[in-house]
């Protein structure tokens, strides 16, 4: 895995459907929920709820799924962000964010997510994309919230 903190930033959101848009790398690419790749080195998550530990990263995917026809790859990546921005917040450690990497799916995990292996970091989601996520989603459904246990 490439992993450096050092990583581009991804400023908006146009940027980052291009990035979708243009990735011929044949690998999936995923949004992860963390304190970057330097700290995923372990490769695995882990489940909150009972501690079990997975094999492979859990992240969100932003392949745009082939129903989506013709629409908006910028609302489908906007989406994506902003349904699993409460990941951030739930998250126990401190300094979690949002980085975009290519990767391989080896498994589901216990909320039928992606877990995977990471290829390659590409960049930090900058807090102006996510804010940026939000604006979009709202725009589209004013009460749209993110996916959250919590309500």
């Known amino acids: 895995m490439t992993a450096s903190n050092d990583l581009p930033v991804v400023g908006d ?4 459907a291009e990035i979708v848009r243009h990735d011929e790398s044949g690998l999936d690419l995923y949004v ?4 970057g790749p330097e700290w995923d080195t372990g490769a695995t998550s882990r ?12 992240a969100n995917p932003l392949r745009v799924e082939p129903w ?3 629409r908006s790859l910028r609302l489908w990546v906007a989406r994506r962000l902003h349904d699993y921005e409460h990941l951030r917040r739930r998250q126990q450690r401190s ?13 589901r995990g216990p909320d039928n997510e992606p877990l995977v292996r990471c ?3 590409l960049g930090w989601i900058a807090e102006e ?3 940026e ?8 459904h004013g009460d749209w919230r993110p996916l959250n246990r919590e309500g």
Do not use: F, I, K
Request: charged letters at 30%; proline letters at 2%.
């Open 133 to 140: 996520a939000r604006r979009v989603v709202t725009e589209q």
């Open 95 to 107: 300094n979690v964010e949002a980085w975009l990497l290519r990767g391989h799916e080896l498994a």
């Open 68 to 70: 989506w026809g013709d």
């Open 47 to 58: 489940d909150a709820l009972t501690g079990v530990e997975l094999p492979g990263l859990s």
């Open 13 to 16: 959101l146009d940027r980052l």
């Open 129 to 131: 994309t996510m804010r």
């Open 32 to 35: 992860r929920w963390s304190r």
């Open 119 to 121: 290829e390659e970091a």
